[in-house]
Every structure is written in C-alpha cells, then in structure tokens.
C-alpha cells in the first residue's frame, strides 16, 4: 500500500480480477510429405500461408520439379479454406518418426492442431502418426485411405507391420495402399481415416487428372468448418473443392460396413457433388470420443485453458484463487455455450466447475496442487436422420356433447 503523507485526492487503479480465457486456433495444419524438390530445407518445419508460398519454397524452378502428394495435399488445403500450414520435407517414409525429423520437427510448435502425412498408408507410417497425436494430446490425425483395396471388406481390418512387410516383399509400394488394411485404433479418438483417394487436376500440370490423397483436402475443410461454424460442427457433408471424380465410388451398403469401423467415406452424388460423408475417429464404435468433432473441441478447450491460466501459478493456495479459477473458466466455458457448442437450455445445463475445499483438502495444497474439476455436454452430430412415416385413416374427427 503506498503512503498517504499529503492531504489530497487520490487515483489509482485497481485490477477487477478477471483475466479472460483466449481460445487457441484449431485450423493450423502440419504436413510431413516429399516435397517436389526433395533437396530443399529437409527436415525443417517451414510455416507456409499460400499455395504460391508453397511453390517459391519447395519448386522454385517448376520446370524441374515433378508434383507429389505432398504438393497435391497442401494445394487441396488452401483450396478448401486452409490459411495456414506447417511443411516438413523428409526424404522418405524410414524419416517420417525420426528424432528432430519428419513428425519430430512438428513437436515444438504448438500452433499446430492438424497432422498429416499425404500419402503415406503403410500400418508403419498410421502408426507413427497417430503415436505422435496422442502423446502430445493437442492435435488429431488426417489419414489417407489405401489407394486401391482389393476388396471393401479389407478395409474392416486392421493394418499391422506384419502385413506391410509381406507387402514390401512382394514389391508393393507402401505409400500405395497394398492390401487395403486401415489403421489401427485410437483409444482416445485422436485420428481420422479418409477414404476413398479423389482424382483431379494435377497441381503442377492443370492439363493432367491424377489420383491424389485426400488428407490436405480433408484438412482445409477442418479449417473452413472452423471458421464458417466453430470446431463443435463436424467436418461433414461439405463439398470437397478441386475433387473431380473418387478412384472408388462407395456404395451405401459399403458405407454400411464401414463407417462402424471408423472408415469416414467420401462419397459422389449425382446432385450434391462430391462430399465428406462421415466424422468418425478411430475410437471403438462404442467409445465416447467416436465423432472427430468432439475430440477437436475438447483438444481446442483444454489447451486454451492450459495457456490463459498459468497466472494461477505459485498464487496462494486458498479461497480467493479457487474463486478466481471457477469464475474463468466458468465465462469461458458460458461464450462456449453461446457458440452452440455445449448441450443445455442453460449455462448450468452445459458444464459445471468444481473448485473447492472439497477437491483441494489440507494433504493436496501440501502438495503443492490444485484441483479443477470441469463436466463438459458437448453437443454430437446428427449421424442418423430419421423421420418416421405411416399412414392415416384420415377424417374429421368430432366430440359428442353431453
């Protein structure tokens, strides 16, 4: 308190308390591919905001450089509403998990809430994808579909490493699909798989249709879905830009068996084009974290509640901060609820945070901890739309006065 010597009036400025919870972006995406030159800045994470950028970094002389999936992935992205991406360029699919390389370069920027490897479909590259998505808990995976399946029904089984070494052996491409088999599961549902691959314009010669994964595709709607409605809407039934055609049409029957399992389809239809027609993860059918939207929106809150609330660190342990931790993250959590993204008539409805004496006895503040307890009712999607329809007699119907 400062000293009061002079008579006089004073002014100061006292702080109301609150310090708002800031939501962290959800649209960034990083991408670990060939680029078309395979030579330049390998292994380095390069923040890229345009396709041109893309160009001038990775092609700068296009006459020498042929297009790859990887180019064909981050000019899908902008094209579906991208704004922003990370790049990483690796040799080859041995580099994709190596230490301070391929997805090991994404590992420090924090920025990113997207990972893809585009065209990358071996049980080898899945898995270091997803390992990389649920160890740091703040991104979710964009998987590609095999190129080509020998069968529907492969797409229902599990890829192993086993199964891409009988591939390898037999001198099938890994970054081609071989067999079919989709990744493997992700408990927690930090991974989505696509299929099938879309065919259209080659990037670097417009005059040629070539099939092409359809991760970075994927990834610019997450970023379009984000931005037109909030990452509580499910990246599903939009129209993918720059998709002419699929490599396989799926059928409803198909779809049928697939979607159970995780495999998100992209489906043509006659009047509505080409669309996304699924948001599941790779989570068991059963599990909670099933729809890709709620893990993205659960990603998005935690780490914006992790980043605005590190005031709280070191602060006395008592009353007055637990207050101030329930009435943050309680204002945060009612402009979440505006937004449509949390289920309840009332804010009281939608979440709940506990902060207390309940939840931080004596033996937990000697610890040195303290404990936030927050219930969350996001809203799902509308997977299954149905409408019940029967016949009526029909007729007037009347009332017998007394």
Not at 24 to 32: H, K, N, P, Q, R
Not at 192 to 213: E, K, T
Request: glycine share 8%.
């Amino acid at each position: 308190m400062p000293n009061y010597l002079t008579p006089g009036v004073y002014v100061e400025e006292v702080s109301s308390g609150a310090r708002p919870i800031q939501p962290v972006g959800t649209s960034t995406a990083g991408f670990v591919g060939i680029a078309p030159d395979p030579s330049i800045r390998p292994h380095e994470p390069v923040g890229i905001n345009s396709w041109s950028h893309f160009m001038r970094v990775f092609a700068p002389d296009p006459s020498k450089t042929e297009s790859s999936h990887l180019a064909q992935a981050v000019h899908g992205f902008f094209l579906n509403g991208g704004s922003r991406c990370y790049v990483v360029n690796c040799q080859d699919e041995n580099q994709l998990s190596g230490n301070r390389k391929g997805l090991g370069a994404l590992e420090p920027i924090d920025e990113i809430a997207i990972v893809a490897a585009p065209g990358f479909t071996s049980a080898a590259a899945y898995d270091a994808i997803l390992n990389h998505c649920e160890t740091l808990e703040d991104r979710v995976a964009i998987l590609d579909g095999p190129r080509s399946v020998d069968s529907i029904n492969s797409l229902t089984k599990v890829a192993t490493a086993k199964a891409t070494k009988k591939q390898d052996e037999e001198g099938k491409s890994s970054s081609s699909g071989g067999d079919g088999l989709r990744p493997r599961n992700s408990d927690k549902g930090y991974g989505a798989v696509y299929f099938p691959w879309i065919v259209g314009r080659d990037p670097n010669n417009r005059s040629s249709l070539i099939p092409m994964p359809v991760s970075g595709h994927i990834a610019g709607i997450y970023a379009r879905s984000d931005a037109q409605r909030g990452v509580h809407k499910a990246p599903a039934n939009e129209m993918v830009r720059g998709a002419l055609n699929v490599s396989y049409r799926v059928t409803r029957q198909e779809q049928a068996e697939l979607n159970p399992r995780g495999v998100n389809c992209i489906r043509f239809f006659p009047r509505e084009g080409i669309r996304v027609w699924g948001a599941r993860t790779l989570a068991p059918a059963a599990s909670e974290w099933r729809y890709i939207n709620i893990r993205r929106l659960f990603n998005m809150i935690k780490e914006s509640i992790a980043e605005s609330t590190r005031w709280v660190v070191f602060q006395p342990n008592d009353e007055d901060l637990w207050m101030g931790i329930k009435r943050d993250v309680s204002a945060f959590l009612t402009q979440i609820w505006r937004q449509g993204a949390l289920f309840g008539a009332t804010p009281e409805e939608a979440f709940f945070v506990q902060c207390d004496a309940e939840l931080n006895p004596p033996e937990v503040r000697d610890a040195g901890k303290v404990i936030t307890r927050i219930g969350l009712a996001p809203v799902k999607p509308a997977e299954f739309v149905i409408f019940q329809i029967g016949q009526d007699t029909g007729g007037a119907q009347t009332e017998e006065q007394a």
